[in-house]
């Protein structure tokens, strides 16, 4: 039997082309991503039979398209560049969500690394925020919450996102309650 575990590769495979563009832009932008930049740029490299320092000079859109054209990406790369990019571009996004859930937060960012939500609020505050944003930027986010089941990289894993880890379960156990929406 095939595995069908949601992982940041996976993820990345099911996006759009836009959705890719956006995303690796975020990721090219970010300061702190130098390493995983570094193995984005060889890949990209590697791929189109570019030298890896014509990848690197390269302007951000550029890169961004370069990368977004790739079908698949490891799973670090993906996973770095889907945390960059909902901490760059979908704050409010992530602050809506857990003001529903009741959450205390700074800008999106959980105060309290040890929150226990409310099972019950999961599935309102996810069809509340398919309601206030874009259907499509809804289900990237909350996937990327979901293929945290198994790393936990979303949650746990990146020093500027403190996102408790029963909060992802909590996501991840009603996921097919909305099916819809993810």
């Not at 975020?26 to 990848?55: G, N």
């Not at 990368?67 to 979908?90: D, F, K, N, T």
Request: net charge neutral.
């Amino acid at each position: 039997m095939a595995d069908t575990t949601l992982t940041p590769s996976r993820l990345w495979k099911t996006m759009t082309f836009e959705q890719r563009q956006r995303v690796a832009r975020a990721f090219w932008q970010d300061e702190e991503a130098v390493d995983d930049q570094t193995q984005a740029a060889l890949l990209i490299a590697q791929q189109k039979k570019f030298r890896p320092k014509t990848v690197a000079g390269l302007d951000v859109d550029r890169k961004a398209r370069h990368l977004a054209s790739l079908g698949s990406l490891p799973g670090s790369i993906a996973a770095r560049a889907l945390i960059v990019y909902h901490l760059a571009e979908h704050r409010a996004m992530m602050g809506a969500f857990l003001d529903a859930l009741g959450v205390a937060h700074e800008d999106g960012l959980i105060k309290d690394e040890n929150v226990k939500p409310d099972q019950s609020k999961i599935a309102p505050a996810a069809a509340q925020l398919a309601q206030q944003f874009d259907s499509d930027d809804v289900r990237l986010y909350l996937n990327t919450l979901r293929e945290t089941k198994e790393r936990r990289r979303f949650c746990t894993g990146h020093v500027r996102l403190r996102c408790s880890v029963s909060l992802c379960d909590a996501v991840i156990s009603v996921s097919s309650v909305s099916d819809d929406l993810w």
